[in-house]
């Protein structure tokens, strides 16, 4: 035994008599010891690190700095340990060769490498391997498995050469996500370079599914670092469509540097022609990002003669938070044609919907003031012919205004709002002027009283508002002229709460305790001066201030529930959270970081939820006509009628408002239904109704809507006896999974237009998913008259921590 070497042999048999005999653990000096020793150039190969090496095995032999080690040998270094049942091992040069069930584990990246022969350097950390099964990012302890990255994958390999302490060389081997030794998928390749914590690039490669050859590609990568991006091209997309024909498409990604990357590609559609489409994004940071879209197409026409519905549509979404409170956004819309959102819109409710908005403003808002300038630009476009769109422009637009706040000492409150703004508008047969100025001053003054439960606030205000042009009246809209307008207005009001009337009911039901609230409210308006209605140009809600002597009364039911038990209430797996009829769905406020639908957590809800929520409200006017603002015949809206309800029912003088009723009903977080109605009691008739249920039990998921709107007709001269015009439609959903479930999912959604009798659109989607990998089938239809009469067909192959094959995108799946 040599002075550089000692050696702890532990022996147990003091007390048993051991089958097998026990393993000798030799710990080897320091690195610095040992470099003082052999005088080992510090630049060298064989450099010692500043860690001690650990052997271990049933049998040792040593000859000089060699050791033979048989029987569970291993060899600790570093964060490494090497494994095999035969090794020898050279202590002053590092270089180990190693036999039988040879494993290493460890390392920064947690490696794990399995082979039958390696000789490997545990100073240089480099090696080769024969008959190789490996993998990174998975941590191995006995037979449990633990993910240590967010792009884990397996590979194997005839030959694996580990040439740094961070790149492998894979020679005949295979890479795959899926667990070894029958993956899903894999990409068999001649060669294979592995940059732990970084890419592996693949050369000459057949990608396979369950063994099949699908596939070849000269050059691949496959993401390793924790957070994949690198320039290249994607997986291409196939599909097919009835308007479209085969569709067939490509696209690059550009890794710009660490806060910026764009996305650009194309789409050939062999009966429409060539789609363009690209995306630019950026995190400048954690406060601001940027996102820029595109999608074109250049049509070819459909039909004969060919009708072209081609055009473009770029969207742009920004935001960042400045220092001392300012934030600035902008959402801009661009659309050349409603026909082309109709025509290749791929969600419903995007392609029927006739608004464009485009917003962009500089906030700040400190010690209850806001400051805000901004620009606006609204379309609506009115049908499918080109040009009948209304286009209204707010540029600028600068505005001031405060919350309430006290007037010194006095029990009196004060606030104030206040825009300069420049605007247009433009629509057929009528346009103003390119800039319009409106100047817009609106003081008040409240004070608020409580008063034995009772809630008083009478209210006073004054508005001012100077307009550069006025309308002059004339079928069917009228002339702008340069004449200028002011309107003025005083505003009075006195809102008036009794106490709330409450009760407690004793018992328990359905593990609750319920109590229940009445919560009446009387409010009386009256604003006069708004002699010139008729004379104000119409740019937003600023515009449609009338006189009106008017009383609103009405009263809230609620109804709460308080749980006994402390357990959670919504346990168990969860349907696809993100599917629902009525709401908007969830996602992030960055544009790119959309939520996934999963299976919701098991956490505790409320202790006390408001179940019940029942709103029934009417309005009488003292003044039918509002002082002389009222057209008959016209559908007239207000500011005092379109606060109360969306529907517009003012075609004539009248004393009631119908009455609205505001129903919803939450009984857990998995619960949803509403019921929002609009009956009016002069005309015995309901002239609107929108009612929605969502529920999600277990993994399943059951949503049903029904929108019902009977409008008012308008007495024009190209009809001199309107006639209410009815639309009603019904939406029907079901879901069983969510997009991470193990196994099968599918999802059905559907509206039908019961007024005309014909299905508008369906989209029927299944997908089961593996542990690698998934498939998704999706099958579309649209019916919206004579522009689109369409039946899609879409898939997605996607393989975890690569990418997804085919034309069904995240952004358009059901879940």
């Not at 060298?44 to 032999?61: G, M």
């Not at 408002?657 to 008739?685: F, H, K, Q, V």
């Not at 308008?714 to 009809?719: Q, S």
């Not at 099968?744 to 299905?759: H, P, R, V």
């Amino acid at each position: 035994m040599t002075s550089r070497t000692g050696f702890l042999i532990t022996a147990a048999f003091a007390c048993h008599l051991l089958v097998a005999p026990q393993l000798v653990t030799s710990q080897l000096l320091s690195s610095q010891t040992q470099q003082k020793a052999t005088q080992i150039p510090p630049n060298s190969p064989a450099e010692l690190k500043e860690q001690d090496v650990t052997i271990r095995a049933r049998e040792q032999e040593k000859q000089g700095s060699e050791y033979k080690l048989r029987g569970q040998a291993e060899i600790h270094y570093g964060t490494y340990i090497l494994y095999a049942d035969r090794v020898t091992y050279n202590s002053d040069t590092g270089q180990a060769t190693a036999d039988g069930h040879v494993v290493l584990d460890g390392g920064p990246n947690d490696e794990h490498i399995e082979a039958s022969h390696g000789t490997y350097n545990v100073r240089a950390e480099t090696g080769k391997f024969e008959n190789v099964a490996g993998t990174t990012g998975i941590r191995f302890r006995g037979t449990r498995l633990t993910l240590t990255s967010p792009n884990p994958f397996s590979f194997s390999g005839r030959v694996v050469e580990k040439t740094s302490p961070d790149r492998y060389l894979v020679f005949d081997g295979t890479i795959t996500t899926c667990e070894l030794p029958k993956p899903k998928w894999e990409f068999k390749a001649q060669k294979v370079i592995v940059e732990v914590g970084g890419n592996a690039r693949i050369y000459h490669s057949v990608f396979k599914v369950r063994g099949i050859p699908v596939l070849y590609l000269p050059y691949a990568t496959h993401p390793v670092q924790p957070s994949p991006r690198q320039s290249g091209f994607l997986l291409p997309n196939i599909g097919r469509s009835s308007r479209k024909g085969n569709i067939v498409g490509e696209s690059f990604f550009w890794a710009i540097n660490r806060t910026m990357d764009a996305n650009v590609g194309a789409e050939y559609y062999s009966q429409r022609g060539l789609a363009q489409q690209g995306e630019f994004r950026a995190r400048p940071s954690e406060s601001s990002f940027v996102d820029l879209d595109y999608f074109g197409v250049l049509d070819r026409g459909i039909g004969f003669p060919p009708v072209k519905q081609g055009g473009e549509n770029a969207r742009l979404n920004a935001e960042a938070a400045f220092g001392h409170n300012f934030r600035g956004v902008a959402n801009i819309d661009y659309l050349s044609s409603f026909v082309f959102r109709l025509a290749f819109n791929e969600v419903f409710n995007q392609a029927v919907y006739s608004e464009v908005k485009s917003l962009a403003f500089l906030s700040n808002t400190t010690q209850g003031f806001s400051y805000n300038a901004s620009v606006q630009r609204y379309q609506n476009f009115e049908s499918t012919t080109p040009g009948d769109v209304i286009t209204i422009l707010h540029a600028p637009s600068l505005e001031l205004s405060s919350v309430d706040r006290r007037l010194w000492r006095t029990p009196l409150y004060w606030s104030y709002d206040a825009t300069a703004e420049g605007l247009s508008r433009s629509q057929p047969s009528f346009r103003t002027a390119t800039l319009v100025g409106r100047f817009d001053l609106n003081p008040t003054i409240s004070l608020p009283l409580l008063i034995k439960g009772w809630s008083i606030r009478p209210e006073l205000g004054f508005r001012e508002t100077f307009y550069t042009q006025q309308l002059k009246p004339a079928l069917p809209v009228g002339d702008a002229i340069n004449d200028p307008l002011n309107r003025r207005a005083l505003e009075s009001s006195l809102e008036i709460r009794p106490p709330a009337l409450d009760r407690v009911f004793d018992g328990e039901a359905l593990g609750r305790k319920w109590k229940h609230v009445i919560e009446p409210r009387v409010v009386y308006r009256n604003n006069k001066g708004v002699d010139n209605f008729v004379n104000v140009l119409r740019f937003d809600d600023r515009d449609i201030l009338s006189n009106t002597n008017e009383i609103e009364y009405g009263i809230v039911n609620r109804l709460y529930g308080k749980r006994v038990s402390n357990q959670p209430e919504d346990c168990g797996p969860g349907g696809v959270s993100a599917l629902s009829i009525g709401g908007a769905p969830v996602q992030s406020r960055i544009p790119w970081e959309r939520a996934d639908a999963k299976a919701t957590a098991c956490t505790p809800g409320p202790q006390v939820r408001e179940v019940v929520t029942w709103e029934l409200a009417q309005k009488y006017f003292f003044d039918p006509t509002f002082g002389g603002a009222l057209v008959p015949g016209r559908r007239n809206v207000f500011t005092t009628t379109a606060d109360f309800t969306g529907t517009a029912f003012l075609t004539e003088p009248r004393r009631f408002s119908p009455l609205i009723s505001r129903l919803r009903i939450e009984t857990n977080a998995r619960t949803d239904a509403e019921w929002d109605l609009d009956y009016d009691i002069p005309t015995g008739r309901l002239t609107s109704s929108t009612a929605l249920v969502n529920y999600h039990v277990g993994e399943f998921t059951v949503g049903g809507g029904d929108a019902y709107l009977l409008a008012v007709g308008e007495n024009l001269p190209t009809n001199p006896s309107p006639q209410p015009v009815s639309f009603n439609q019904f939406r029907l959903l079901l879901g069983y999974g969510h997009s991470n479930k193990r196994g099968f999912s599918a999802a059905t959604n559907l509206g039908f237009d019961a007024t005309q009798g014909f299905l508008q659109y369906s989209t029927i989607q299944t997908s089961y998913n593996w542990d690698c990998c998934g498939v998704s089938l999706e099958y579309r239809r649209f019916a919206l008259g004579s522009v689109r009469n369409e039946n899609q067909f879409r898939f997605s192959f996607a393989l975890a921590n690569v990418g997804a094959f085919g034309n069904l995108t995240r952004q358009q799946k059901l879940f």
